[in-house]
């Protein structure tokens, strides 16, 4: 039976065919070159796909990473792709990284407030929102098992040398937006870091063979 591809957002759409052409180098290439094996091999004997991505507050490179990756597969077409995130402690998704999903036509929901808001993160009109808050990476909202673990920062690789349910440990890290934060350069350095994150994993789901 033919599979229907979800239409993501418009402004979505747009945003991954406009997106900075990213030169992704060889040892790049090579870094991610893990995830699009444990990708490929799940599609391949049509087993679910479970991705937690893990940074040390669960914050931002996470959240990014999280929720690119599950537009990605819809862009794609790639079935029972199911994107989490947490970090080794939880703390909130920062402002700024929900403000540059919504530049990027993601529609978003706070649905709780309080210290650590909780978020609905839409990409397409029929599909499942993300919800978006800071975790654990072991919180009981995330997989227990069957999973692989993304490290999106160095600081989480070394914190955390074993994850257990983890069928696969995978360090995929990027420069942390937070440095410019309260900065004149804020803005513009998460919007920067979220186009590398999604041009990245544009290129991932990219080798995928159907």
Known sequence: MKTVKAELFEK??????????????????????????????????????????????????????????QAMASYFNIKNVFCYSGGTEATAMFPMAAQTLEKSGFQ?????????????????????????????????????????????CSSADVGCPFIAGAEKRIPITFEDPKAFDNTPQQAEKYEERSNQIASELFYVFSQIQK
């Open 108 to 152: 978003i929901k706070t649905i709780a407030e309080g210290s650590n808001p909780i978020y609905s993160i839409k990409y397409s009109t029929n599909s499942h929102p993300i919800i978006g808050f800071s975790k654990t990476y072991d919180d009981k909202f995330n997989p227990q098992s069957d999973f692989a673990a993304i490290l999106t």
């Open 12 to 69: 979505i759409e747009s945003k991954i065919q406009s997106l900075p052409p990213y030169s992704i180098s060889e040892e790049r290439k090579n870094i991610l070159q893990p995830l699009v094996d444990y990708i490929q091999f799940k599609h391949s004997n049509q087993q679910e796909i479970r991705l937690n991505f893990i940074c040390t507050h669960n914050s931002r490179r996470s959240h990014l990473s999280q929720v690119w990756t």
